[in-house]
């Protein structure tokens, strides 16, 4: 089993709806986790970081926890053409070390 | 401050040649990571260093990959005898303090073995 999977894309949507991403990850006493877009060809960059169960919002971006489910998801709003990027999902499994998942690509249709 | 910043952008090499990438992490950030990232693939961690702490060398997939961190700043990532597998974008990272908190990446190195 891997340590972190995401919702295998691409998924594409219209302008102005909503995007929705899942992450799942097996260690059940990970603390930190992170959602990181990646434009193609370029690094990948922070967008939200959640550590505590519940939502957090952070503009059109809102990441969502839930531990006992071992779940993270992302959700973003009123999709542009500029979210078209690949999202990573990031957990930490030790004290200092990242997981990352594959990534799902998302395409924003204008 | 600047971000962390890694060089060459771009290396082309021949197969059984030895190559070595450059990472300057944040400034005063403690942790510093190297990834790999093949083409359509996720993230795979190679060596996390921490201060004055042994290497976390776990990731890296083969002896022919070694990496140094000189002074808790720079470091470089070596990868001798080139295989035309090794061809893969070698990202760098570094965080403040490494315990559960962001990774800052840089521009990465896209190596291609021929």
């Known amino acids: 089993q891997k340590e972190v999977e995401q919702n295998s894309g691409p998924l594409s949507v219209p302008e102005g709806a909503i995007a929705s991403l899942n992450c799942t990850y097996s260690d059940r006493v990970s603390q930190s986790f992170f959602w990181y877009r990646q434009y193609s060809g370029k690094s990948p960059e922070l967008i939200m970081s959640?550590?505590?169960?519940g939502d957090k919002e952070d503009g059109r971006f809102t990441a969502q926890l839930n531990k006992a489910s071992q779940y993270v998801s992302l959700l973003i709003r009123d999709s542009q053409p500029s979210d078209s990027a690949t999202y990573l999902c990031?957990?930490?499994?030790?004290?200092?070390?990242?997981?990352f998942g594959a990534g799902t690509t998302v395409t924003v249709r204008a | 401050g600047a971000g962390v910043s890694q060089s060459p952008s771009n290396k082309v090499t021949e197969k059984g040649k030895d190559v070595e990438l450059r990472c300057d992490p944040i400034s005063g950030h403690t942790a510093l990571y190297w990834y790999r990232q093949s083409l359509g693939q996720g993230l795979e961690f190679l060596i996390y260093f921490q201060g004055n702490s042994a290497p976390d060398k776990s990731g890296l997939p083969s002896d022919r990959f070694s990496a140094e961190r000189t002074g808790g700043s720079v470091s470089t990532l070596t990868i001798q005898r080139t295989q035309q597998e090794d061809s893969a974008v070698y990202l760098c990272?570094?965080?403040?303090?490494?315990?559960?908190?962001?990774?800052?990446f840089g521009p990465g190195t896209r190596l291609l073995v021929l």
């Open positions: 990272a570094s965080s403040a303090t490494g315990f559960g908190e962001t990774q800052y």
């Open positions: 959640i550590y505590s169960n």
């Open positions: 990031a957990v930490n499994m030790d004290d200092y070390k990242l997981s």
